[in-house]
């Protein structure tokens, strides 16, 4: 790991986090932002210390400027071992965040309907096809259209709904077939990959 990387470190040992908060207790003007960065690299792999990492920041910060990333990191982490309510909740706070400072974006407006729509949590259907409507105007990615989609086809077939979810399935399969971003320099961004065959399979059953 560079030197100027210390704090986006993907391994964690209990040397690693001694040499992580020593450089961090150092850090004048950025220590908040380190942190977040820190949890959100070790949400997927490590989620208990990216968790932890996060509650320091809450405990610790100076501003709310990262507190859409702490957050993002929570979510994750949380997905990751299986809590379901909490990081529902997490994903919740980020989008509150979002609407009071629109400047800072997540992906938020898609994860949390199309975690809601896999995971079958009819309470917070109301919630999530309400988020799809009023951020639908910030769709830039193929994934990001695909899990739109997606959620809205799933809920929309949990409720009986099987004109709407057909649609919907359609167009999450067109999204799930793109194969270049449209962005020039980072024509794999964005895209749906083999993590998503399974919601396909849903979604082709949906459309036929």
Request: glycine residues 4%; positive net charge.
């Given at each position: 790991m560079a030197a100027d990387n210390w704090f986006r470190q993907t391994n964690w040992t209990e040397q690693i986090e001694r040499e992580f908060f020593a450089k961090l207790?150092?850090?004048?003007?950025q220590r908040d932002q380190y942190l977040a960065i820190q949890a959100m690299t070790l949400a997927d792999t490590q989620?208990?210390?990216?968790?932890?990492?996060?509650?320091?920041?809450?405990?610790?910060?100076?501003?709310?400027?990262?507190d859409v990333r702490a957050l993002d990191a929570?979510?994750?982490?949380?997905?990751?071992?299986?809590?379901?309510?909490?990081?529902?909740?997490?994903?919740k706070e980020i989008l509150e965040a979002e609407r009071d400072h629109p400047n800072f974006k997540t992906n938020t407006f898609t994860d949390f309907p199309y975690f809601v729509a896999v995971n079958r949590l009819s309470s917070e259907y109301d919630a999530a096809l309400k988020t799809l409507i009023d951020?639908?105007?910030?769709?830039?990615f193929p994934i990001n259209r695909f899990k739109w989609h997606a959620a809205m086809s799933i809920i929309h077939s949990e409720r009986d709904d099987l004109t709407l979810a057909k649609v919907h399935a359609k167009l999450a399969?067109?999204?799930?077939?793109?194969?270049?971003?449209?962005?020039?320099?980072?024509?794999d961004l964005g895209l749906v990959d083999e993590r998503f065959t399974d919601v396909v399979a849903k979604l082709t059953r949906i459309a036929t």
């Open positions: 207790s150092k850090s004048r003007t989620p208990e210390v990216a968790l932890r990492l996060v509650d320091t920041y809450f405990k610790t910060k100076t501003t709310k400027f990262d929570r979510a994750k982490a949380n997905q990751v071992l299986g809590r379901v309510a909490q990081s529902v909740s997490a994903m951020r639908e105007a910030d769709l830039a399969i067109d999204a799930a077939s793109v194969v270049d971003s449209g962005f020039r320099y980072h024509q």
